[in-house]
Every structure is written in structure tokens, then in C-alpha cells.
């Protein structure tokens, strides 16, 4: 059996930090194939007490295939991780993220002297829209990292070929790239119905409240809806100027328009959350994979996303609407003055292409994982 110790700076039961926790957790679900370690933090992102019921600095099982090591801040060195890589002795090394010195710089570092397989997970973290949140500083980071060759013995694992090429353009051609896709949590809970009246519409966003999720421009998106709308906000809000704007905007909404925030959303409530609304709202300034997106489509129900996902062409197949901001007021109206019988056919289109992008593949994306990890 392969084993694989993998190093990111949060994961389960933290849902703080978004996508790539899911994107591990999926990971070492599907595959029982592999024995999984995973070194990480003890607390959530942003959070300062650490996870309650969980023992640190030492590995505790997670599932059959899985092993973590929940390690606090007053043990967190190079040399604990080195000492732990040795101790465990894997046969790959799979590093999430860049830019993190605990569990990116060190791990890669490490890696190179023990001459461990690597394999780096860029999480979306080269793309254009990601390079430009304090790009300066990226920039020095990663013109340092080319010029020590720091990358030289590791393999990226990209989920798409634009990543690739976002990688590749960053970090130059000749680094070794291989393209699988993220696999997504299978229906947790069997896909159900709603009721849908013309003039009605109940709509969640499952997703931080900051910019690069979108969530003032769903809002600003409701100003000049003239049907009875409801929209369900969660997610973990880290900016009280941001949420003040959002607040703005929710108080000018006119009376036909509710907006609730709910807080934080564990991840095993998000299916029934989105199985309770007609579509998720989530015009992102950019995803690299989007897994509430994924999950609502898994449930039949319709998205309304911005243009910058993998998701593409949602309209023509009647699964929803991948739009510019400008455009999204126009999609949210299509829906809310939708009936049952248009609805449903549209909950069909989400649960077609579903099947199609995420279902039918995901036995071969298994086995480019198995592959990814070969000893």
C-alpha cells in the first residue's frame, strides 16, 4: 500500500480555509488504496483555540486509510516535520499550497534532502487572479524559488490545464506539470425536490463573505429584483469592513428581498443547506475548483457563478448560469420567474451535467491519483 504524507496548514474538522481541506478530505476517501498521513495544524484558520476533542502533537487515526498529526504552535519547526517524515518514512510527499513556510517552503526543503518523491498541489495559488492579491511580494518569493532551483526535483499537480499553464508560465515551461482533476464528495444525502411558485425564489451561498468569493456583488445583484426573494449567506466573514459594505447593501435591498447570515457552515450540513434552496449564488472572482458549486449540481440544483470556474457553458445545458456581474441580475430573474415544470427541467440540466462532468470520469481521475502517487 502506498504511503503518503501530505502537509497542509489546515484540515478537517476546520472548514475555515475553504476548498483544499475539502479537496484532501475527498482525496482520502476515494482512494483506499492509499495509507494517508497528514501533518497540519490544530486549530482552524483565523482561529485562536484549537480544535476541541482532538490530541496534538502526535498521530491520532482519522479513518481506516488515514493517520493525522495535529501540531501546535509551540512544537511547529522544520525539525519536527523532518523528524516526522523520517519517522513515517513515506513514499510520497504531497504538499499543499505555496507560499506557507511550515507546510510548503520546509516540506519542499526536506523532500529534497531526504530525495522523496514530491508532488506540489498549487491550489489555484499561481492563477493570475491569485498572483495579484499582493503580487510584490509573491513576486519576490517566486523569482527566488526559480533562481535556487528550489523546484527542481518536485512534481506540480494542477486540476486543469489552465492551471498548468498558469504554473508553467510562473515557474517555466520545463517544470514537470500533470493535469487530475479534483474529485468531488459523492451525494452524501439522495438528491430531492422543491416546490418552485413564479415570483418565488429562495437562493444559498455556501462560501467565505470576502471579495474573492463575490458576495457584495450577489447582493448588489438583488437591488432591482421585483419578486419575492430570499438569500441564505454562509460562510466565515473575516473582514468587518467588507461585511460593513455588505450591511450597506442589505439595508438599501427593498422589502420583497431578505437576506439572512447564518455564520459559519460545517461541511457535512452544506448538502442540506443547498437541497432546502432552488440554486447556490456564488459569483466568485475566481475558482480553481468550487466545491459548494460541484455539490449543488450534485443535487439537482441550478448555480448562478461568475465566468472565472471550470464550470462552463452552464446556460446551454440548462444547469444554470455562468455570467458577468452584469449579466447576473438578468439570470436571477430568469429563475425567480421560472415555474415548477421549467424549474424542474432546469434541476434535471444540473443533475445531467453533473453526471457528465463530475460522475463518469471520476473512476479514471481515481486512477491518475494512484498514478500521481507511484512510488
Not at 86 to 99: F, S, T, W
Not at 212 to 219: D, F, I, P, W
Request: overall charge neutral.
Amino acid at each position: 500500500m502506498t504511503r503518503v504524507l501530505i502537509t497542509i496548514d489546515w484540515f478537517l474538522p476546520g472548514t475555515n480555509s475553504g476548498g483544499p481541506v475539502r479537496s484532501v478530505a475527498n482525496l482520502i476517501k476515494a482512494l483506499p488504496e492509499c495509507q494517508f498521513y497528514i501533518f497540519t495544524r490544530n486549530k482552524d484558520y483565523c482561529a485562536t483555540d484549537i480544535y476541541e476533542g482532538i490530541v496534538s502533537d502526535q498521530w491520532v487515526g482519522f479513518s481506516e486509510n488515514c493517520s493525522v498529526f495535529y501540531c501546535s504552535e509551540q512544537n511547529l519547526s522544520k525539525a519536527t516535520i523532518e523528524a516526522q517524515l523520517k519517522a513515517i518514512a513515506p513514499d510520497v510527499l504531497y504538499i499543499n499550497g505555496i507560499y506557507s513556510k511550515a507546510f510548503s517552503r520546509w516540506p519542499v526543503s526536506i523532500g529534497k534532502a531526504l530525495k522523496l518523491k514530491t508532488v506540489v498541489a498549487a491550489r489555484g495559488m499561481l492563477s493570475p487572479h491569485a498572483l495579484g492579491v499582493k503580487p510584490f511580494k509573491k513576486y519576490l518569493f517566486l523569482t527566488w524559488m526559480r533562481w535556487i532551483s528550489a523546484y527542481a526535483h518536485v512534481i506540480f499537480h494542477a486540476t486543469s490545464q489552465v492551471e498548468k499553464t498558469d504554473i508553467q508560465k510562473v515557474l517555466g515551461s520545463q517544470m514537470n506539470v500533470q493535469v487530475v482533476p479534483n474529485l468531488a464528495r459523492l451525494n452524501q444525502i439522495a438528491p430531492q425536490g422543491i416546490q418552485k411558485e413564479q415570483g418565488i425564489l429562495k437562493l444559498v451561498s455556501v462560501g467565505r463573505i470576502a471579495p474573492e468569493k463575490g458576495t457584495l456583488h450577489a447582493l448588489q445583484a438583488l437591488k432591482a429584483q421585483t419578486t419575492t426573494i430570499e438569500l441564505h449567506l454562509f460562510g466565515t466573514c473575516y473582514s468587518e469592513a467588507y461585511w460593513n459594505e455588505c450591511l450597506q447593501v442589505i439595508a438599501q435591498l427593498p422589502s420583497n428581498i431578505k437576506v439572512n447570515y447564518h455564520g459559519p457552515c460545517p461541511s457535512e450540513d452544506v448538502a442540506n443547506h443547498l437541497i432546502s434552496a432552488h440554486a447556490l449564488l456564488l459569483p466568485s472572482e475566481g475558482e480553481n475548483y468550487g466545491h459548494s458549486i460541484v455539490e449543488s449540481l450534485g443535487q439537482g440544483r441550478p448555480v448562478l457563478i461568475s465566468k472565472h470556474t471550470p464550470w462552463q457553458d452552464l446556460a446551454t445545458q440548462k444547469a444554470g448560469w455562468d455570467v458577468s456581474n452584469t449579466d447576473l441580475p438578468l439570470a436571477i430573474t430568469e429563475l425567480a420567474t421560472m415555474d415548477q415544470a421549467c424549474y424542474d427541467e432546469w434541476c434535471r440540466g444540473a443533475s445531467e451535467y453533473y453526471e457528465k462532468q463530475i460522475l463518469v470520469p471520476f473512476a479514471a481521475n481515481k486512477l491518475k491519483y494512484l498514478q500521481l502517487f507511484e512510488k
